[in-house]
Each structure stands twice: as structure tokens, then as C-alpha cells.
């Protein structure tokens, strides 16, 4: 089953600006993952983040985190053409061999 | 190589055929996952394989079989199929490590199944 909602559903901005997700969850988690999809192909992992953890980077990327409000925010600094995608975060309740539950996903479209 | 590959890239099949999806990975993880992912919506779990055996199954119909013949394949067996079954099938794999790990997932480009 889905866990949460991502806002907004459907985001379009222009090459250079930042681009801003929003993720909402309803279960505890052990971590929460940020995933990108390409024109419905396979996925790939951006980031993750501990339960334990409140902010993390990694080049562009920054997530957030706040369990007490059970939700994430993915920010893309100085987008790109080729950062258009659908965007996905995926929480975790267990390990390392648990399943993800993903979110409804948000299609980011980057106008050059 | 940090690759999962998947075959086919597309399958077309009827609802009294039988057909098998393919996910191989030779990362050395111990974790294998199938996702169904209908257009326009999230991947959905359906299985688990943690060290070749099967721990988590989502309540998946039986006319989808899983099988993990070793460490680095994963099958997918299809049998009797609806058309509301077309979907594109995705594998993933991961460390796996029992609880105090972490499951980053490496997903292969997928199947795109159609039933007719």
C-alpha cells in the first residue's frame, strides 16, 4: 500500500531555478529514500536519510527530514534539462532487506 | 558492475500463456525485490528474497511465482494472467544485512508487460 502524499504532483520551472518536493508519510520509519524515474524505465537511488538524521546533502540534492511530522522535502538546487523526471521518495520500516513503500511521486518538468 | 539487468524488455502475452521474467545481479546482494508499477503510479512491493528465501510476499495473486534459484537470480513466473496484470514489472536488489542495515535499492530498467 501507498504511504503518503507528495506535493506538488506535478512541478515545472525554469533551467537554473530550484526545485522543491514534498513528502509525507504515516508510519514510523527506520529510514526514507529518494528515488528518480526516467520516462518509466528503472529507478535510481539519489539519497537516503536515517531516521536519526534531520538534514543530509549530497552535491545538488538536500533532504530534510522531521519525524515528528512525518515528512521529507527534496530540494534540487540550479536544475537542469536533464533533471527532469519523476521523483519518488520510498520509506523503510525494517532493515536491510525490506521492502519500500513509495509515494504518489512528483513529475518535475525543467523548461530550458 | 552495480547493475541489475532484467529480461525481457518487453513482453506480450495471452491470459492462458505461461512466461517467466528474468532479474539478475552480480553486486553480491543478499536482498531481491519484485515491484509492479502500473502507469502513472508508484512501484508497489510485491516480494522479498532476503539470503535466497522468500520473507515478505504482498498478499501477491498465485498466478504470479516468484523463484530464486541462487544469490544473483531472481524469476518471476506468470501464469493465467488478467489484462489489468500489464504493468511494468521492476527487480531490485540490495545488501540486505538483517536489521541494522540499510536497503538502498538498485533497480534494473524493467519489464514491460501487456496481456491480452
Known amino acids: 500500500s501507498q504511504q503518503g502524499e507528495e506535493d506538488p504532483q506535478a512541478l515545472s520551472i525554469q533551467e537554473g531555478e530550484n526545485a522543491t518536493m514534498n513528502c509525507s508519510y504515516k508510519?514510523?520509519?527506520?529510514?526514507l529514500q529518494w528515488y528518480r524515474q526516467n520516462s518509466g524505465r528503472g529507478l535510481v537511488h539519489l539519497i537516503l536519510i536515517r531516521s536519526n538524521e534531520r538534514e543530509k546533502h549530497s552535491g545538488r540534492l538536500r533532504v530534510t527530514l522531521d519525524t515528528s511530522k512525518k515528512s521529507s522535502s527534496l530540494l534540487i538546487t540550479a536544475s537542469r534539462a536533464a533533471d527532469t523526471a519523476s521523483y519518488f521518495c520510498?520509506?523503510?520500516?525494517?532493515?536491510?532487506?525490506?521492502?519500500?513503500?513509495f509515494g504518489k511521486g512528483t513529475h518535475l518538468i525543467i523548461q530550458p | 558492475d552495480t547493475e541489475v539487468t532484467q529480461t525481457p524488455k518487453h513482453l506480450v502475452m495471452g491470459m492462458t500463456n505461461k512466461k517467466s521474467l528474468k532479474c539478475e545481479q552480480h553486486?553480491?546482494?543478499?536482498?531481491m525485490y519484485w515491484y509492479k508499477q502500473k502507469a502513472k503510479k508508484p512501484p508497489e512491493l510485491m516480494f522479498v528474497?532476503?539470503?535466497?528465501?522468500?520473507?515478505i510476499n504482498e498478499s501477491v495473486p498465485s498466478r504470479f511465482s516468484p523463484e530464486c534459484p541462487n544469490s544473483s537470480l531472481l524469476n518471476l513466473h506468470l501464469h493465467a494472467l488478467q489484462p489489468e496484470d500489464s504493468a511494468l514489472y521492476l527487480c531490485a536488489s540490495s545488501q540486505g544485512g538483517g536489521a541494522g542495515g540499510y536497503n538502498e535499492q538498485f533497480f534494473g530498467p524493467g519489464t514491460r508487460l501487456t496481456v491480452l
Open positions: 528474497y532476503s539470503y535466497e528465501k522468500l520473507s
Open positions: 508510519t514510523s520509519i527506520n529510514n
Open positions: 553486486m553480491g546482494h543478499r536482498a
Open positions: 520510498a520509506t523503510s520500516g525494517g532493515g536491510g532487506a525490506d521492502g519500500l513503500t
